[in-house]
């Protein structure tokens, strides 16, 4: 009795590795990339009165992150610019250190150093927000920076 119980255990096994392993991949091929949109931009912080044409103002985009997966998708490096009448103002790179819920979504903030004189007109945010795709394989390919996947947001916004 107990070896015929140990057989089906090892017939077993191997058919629940299989099966894991299947739903594994199912879940990595069908895996959708985040959504990015541009919701606002912020005056923060601006100088009482402004002493130079250099003076600056922190300014923070507000970007939604959406994902309709069944796992959570962590965020990685975004590299982002800000234009102002077509001339870029502002460029920078920040580490996300965010993760986005199971088909949820989350906000986060972009902050840049714009010129005061730039305010007036509507500032243009374009961005690539870096991802980790869900999966083993997927996490040593970014490991070893074989593939390293971003979504866009580019949006135009006028100061508030």
């Known amino acids: 009795m107990r070896f015929s119980a140990l057989i089906a255990a090892a017939l077993?096994?191997?058919l629940a590795l299989s099966m894991a392993a299947c739903s594994t991949v199912r879940e990595a091929t069908n895996f959708q990339p985040p959504t990015m949109q541009l919701l606002s931009a912020r005056v923060e912080q601006q100088p009482q009165q402004p002493q130079q044409s250099g003076e600056l103002a922190l300014v923070r985009f507000a970007v939604l992150a959406e994902t309709p997966?069944?796992?959570?998708?962590?965020?990685?490096?975004?590299?982002?610019?800000v234009e102002a009448g077509g001339t870029t103002v502002f460029s920078g790179t920040r580490d996300a250190q965010r993760t986005i819920p199971p088909f949820g979504?989350?906000?986060?903030?972009?902050?840049?150093?714009?010129?005061?004189?730039?305010?007036?007109?509507p500032l243009t945010l374009r961005s690539n927000v870096g991802f980790r795709r869900p999966g083993a394989l997927a996490d040593t390919l970014y490991n070893l920076e074989l593939i390293r996947p971003a979504q866009p947001v580019t949006g135009t916004a006028s100061v508030q």
């Open 105 to 121: 979504s989350m906000r986060f903030d972009l902050p840049a150093g714009v010129p005061v004189s730039a305010l007036g007109s």
């Open 69 to 81: 997966n069944a796992q959570p998708v962590p965020m990685q490096v975004v590299e982002y610019s």
């Open 12 to 14: 077993a096994l191997p």
